[in-house]
């Protein structure tokens, strides 16, 4: 087996990833080596590579958690999975499974859940390391690159519109069209639902309409929540907010029907303003939702095996993650891109060669409570660690 690997690092928030050759990390006891097959790009990755949100992750990092490939070593005392398995690297990349919020199936919100890509390497690399208890178990039927988006945008939506409550015959509106809502979509029209749309980009709409969408409106020309309560009769029981954009949370609020449910996902840095009297006349619920635990992984991933779920993808190298990252940011994906993995790594010859001691000189910064292995996995041994 190779020694080395590619991987696309955010060496510095704001500034374009950095591909390096590193060497290839193995896993200790109870721990799983992932070889990548295919990993989507989320629009959290994004805001990672930017710095955008209050807790940050430790410089340097690999972001990506939409990562499928094959377990190529196991650590020891590991017996859920087995090499050969084909498995997903998720944004839950591990939770402590004893506090009261694992207990209760909560793992999501666990105080000491670590997130892929973020504060363990992800998948922007040719091998990630994963806790076999948290990685997602792919069905035979599901092709790697098919299942790739599935893992953070198909159970983020799933979850999402379940805690909606919606129920079949009702309407839910879908605020962003892109990675996340092409799926939300779809999922939302298997569960028995009348979905609208909301997007601020023609091509996503009519997009969306392909795939299922009963309704959709374009929030960029008059008011999207007074064109969805003239249509459906008093607006949406159910809302998911996908859209990064601020604006859109205020809308999706405003689509909210008497006694429905306003779901964000979405995660723009910053706050937006509640309309108290409207939200507490209307009994209106406000609430978060933050991927979904192993369970629902599961289930998002039938549906697609089942293929009621499809995501729409376009294939990338690794090497163009720098210009993918570029148009996800000005809105230039059409659904989801895939980087897609060669299983000879003779494309990435251009990438630059760098000795795996020598790549991250410089401040490496780990906060109170954080987890100081992605960095010490790329070189830096825990206690070169600082805090901040
Ligand atoms: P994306 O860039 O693929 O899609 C965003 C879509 O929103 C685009 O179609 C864009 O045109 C549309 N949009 C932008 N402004 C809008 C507006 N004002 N009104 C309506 N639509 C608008 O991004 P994505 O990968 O789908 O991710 C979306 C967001 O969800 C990101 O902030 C991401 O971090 C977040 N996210 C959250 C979770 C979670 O667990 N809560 C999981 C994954 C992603
Ligand atoms: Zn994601
Ligand atoms: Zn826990």
């Known amino acids: 087996m190779a020694t080395t690997m590619h991987a696309a690092v955010v060496e510095q928030f704001g500034k374009p990833l950095v591909l390096r050759e590193l060497d290839i990390p193995s896993p200790g006891p109870g721990q799983i080596l992932v070889k ?226 306003c779901v964000l996902v979405g995660l723009p840095p910053g706050e937006f303003p509640v309309p108290l009297f409207d939200v507490v006349a209307n009994c209106i619920t406000i609430r978060g939702s933050f991927v979904g635990t192993r369970q629902d992984m599961a289930e998002a991933l039938a549906f697609a095996a089942e293929g009621k779920v499809r995501a729409d993808i376009e294939l990338q190298p690794l090497s163009a993650i720098n210009q993918v990252l570029d148009r996800l940011e000005h809105g230039d994906v059409a659904s989801r891109v895939v980087l897609e993995f060669a299983s000879d790594s003779s494309e990435m010859t251009a990438v630059e060669h760098t000795a795996v001691t020598a790549a991250f000189p410089g401040n490496v910064t780990a906060g109170p409570g954080r987890d100081a292995s992605a960095a010490a996995q790329l070189g830096y041994p825990d206690q070169a660690l600082g805090t901040v």
């Open 36 to 261: 990548t097959e295919a990993c989507g790009v989320c629009h959290t990755d994004l805001h990672a590579a930017h710095g955008d949100w209050p807790l940050k992750p430790i410089l340097p990092f690999i972001p990506g958690h939409e990562a499928i490939g094959l377990v190529v070593a196991v650590g020891s005392g590991v017996t859920i999975v087995k090499k050969g398995d084909r498995v997903g690297v998720p944004w839950l990349y591990s939770a402590c499974g004893h506090c009261e919020y694992c207990l209760t199936g909560w793992e999501t919100v666990c105080a000491h859940a670590q997130f892929g890509g973020y504060t363990k390497n992800g998948g922007f690399a040719e091998y990630i390391l994963a806790d076999p208890n948290y990685v997602a178990h792919v069905p035979a039927d599901l092709a790697a690159r098919d299942a790739a988006a599935i893992i953070c945008a198909g159970i983020t939506t799933y979850k999402g519109i379940k805690e909606t409550a919606a129920k079949p015959g009702e309407w839910i509106a879908i605020s962003g069209a892109g990675g996340l809502g092409h799926l939300g979509i779809q999922y939302a029209k298997a569960m028995g639902l009348h979905v609208c749309a909301i997007d601020i980009d023609d091509g996503k709409l009519a997009h969306a309409k392909r795939i299922g969408a009963d309704l959709v409106i374009n929030a960029s020309t008059g008011d999207p929540a007074a064109a969805l309560k003239k249509e459906t009769g008093g607006g949406a029981h159910g809302v998911l907010i996908t859209a990064p954009s601020l604006t859109a949370f205020k809308q999706g609020v405003g689509m909210t029907r008497k006694r429905g449910t």
